[in-house]
């Protein structure tokens, strides 16, 4: 069992930046994949970033790449994503989820989820 618990969403401006915590606990050494994905009402979940808690391996989304940055604090099982320069088209619910050990961008195969913080970007 994971337990998985997003903060950091909130309102801010277009360009503004936010920074999202996940905080994990229970068995997270069955899952060394660590992933971000975001809801926006009416449209699918996507992907938008993973890393490995050994190695830190990442796979960044295109539509993200350069602005958001992924990392994480191994000793505080703890998992970021800082996110720059953001847009409208960010707004969505995010979510941290875990997958065994593999960077995927398939939501499939995460298998643990946080309940999703809430991102606005207003224009």
């Known amino acids: 069992q994971v337990q998985l618990v997003e903060s950091g969403g909130g309102l801010v401006q277009a360009g503004g930046s936010l920074r999202l915590s996940c905080a994990a606990s229970?068995?997270?050494?069955?899952?060394?994949?660590m992933g971000w994905f975001r809801q926006a009402p009416g449209k699918e979940r996507e992907f938008v970033v993973a890393?490995?808690?050994?190695?830190?391996?990442?796979n960044y989304a295109v539509s993200v790449k350069g602005r958001f940055t992924i990392s994480r604090d191994n000793a505080k099982n703890t998992l970021y994503l800082q996110m720059n320069s953001l847009k409208p088209e960010d707004t969505a619910v995010y979510y941290c989820?875990?997958?065994?050990?593999?960077?995927?961008?398939?939501?499939?195969?995460?298998?643990?989820w946080g309940q999703g913080t809430q991102v606005t970007v207003s224009s």
């Open positions: 890393i490995t808690w050994r190695g830190g391996v990442t």
């Open positions: 229970g068995r997270t050494f069955s899952r060394n994949t």
């Open positions: 989820a875990a997958a065994p050990d593999i960077v995927t961008s398939r939501a499939v195969d995460y298998d643990y």
